[in-house]
T-cell receptor
């Protein structure tokens, strides 16, 4: 997980609150992405970016927003948190899609 | 519709023996396959990968086999060690480095018994 940092490590929100999950990398990778992992499920792609200024939706984008103003940062915004967004969120980076390096994760609980 | 399937939620293997983790996929456009290892409270760690132009790739104790006609791949760990106890995810990506991320299976929890 070296080179990919995620903050916060853990967060509790109330339904309807908004927040931003931060992801930063120092490896100069063009590809960045956000996944969520739910119990008994694999990781599912939320949003991704192939470079600064370019973002696109993954498999489960609803309720989330992203932007990529720099190569290093790829924040994930929850606009109005819902209990269904309780999950563990992983940011990943890579020189290409073929190999992605994951951050340590953010555990989110929405009450 | 699950495109990457790991049908064994858990697998128990004795230390020193071979561990074989299996993965099936349905999307014929996948052309690159990866295995990730995940410990509790940590992010997944890349383990080994294989391109669809190959049928085998080795890295130390880890070997991945790909059978394209069967849309099946497997990860072999020989010999299994206690530190190998973790959840293993199979993942696949589309052709041409397509910007669609990785598609993951649900994972297999490997338990190495002493």
């Amino acid at each position: 997980n070296a080179g990919v940092t995620q903050t916060p490590k853990f967060q509790v929100l109330k339904t309807g609150q908004s927040m931003t999950l931060q992801c930063a990398q120092d490896m100069n990778h063009e590809y960045m992405s956000w996944y969520r992992q739910d119990p008994g499920m694999g990781l599912r792609l939320i949003h991704y970016s192939v470079g600064a200024g370019i973002t696109d939706q993954g498999e489960v984008p609803n309720g989330y927003n992203v932007s990529r103003s720099t190569t290093e940062d790829f924040p994930l915004r929850l606009l109005s948190a819902a209990p269904s967004q309780t999950s563990v969120y992983f940011c990943a980076t890579g020189e290409a899609w073929e190999t992605q390096y994951f951050g340590p994760g953010t555990r989110l609980l929405v009450l | 519709d699950q495109q990457v399937k790991q049908n064994s939620p858990s697998l128990s293997v004795q230390e020193g023996r071979i561990s074989i983790l299996n993965c099936d996929y349905t999307n014929s456009m996948f052309d690159y396959f990866l295995w990730y290892k995940k410990y509790p409270a940590e992010g997944p760690t890349f383990l080994i990968s294989i391109s669809s132009i190959k049928d085998k790739n080795e890295d130390g104790r880890f070997t991945v086999f790909l059978n394209k006609s069967a849309k099946h791949l497997s990860l072999h760990i020989v010999p299994s060690q206690p530190g190998d106890s973790a959840v293993y995810f199979c993942a696949a990506s589309g052709s041409g480095g397509g910007a669609d991320g990785l598609t993951f299976g649900k994972g297999t929890h490997l338990i190495i018994q002493p």
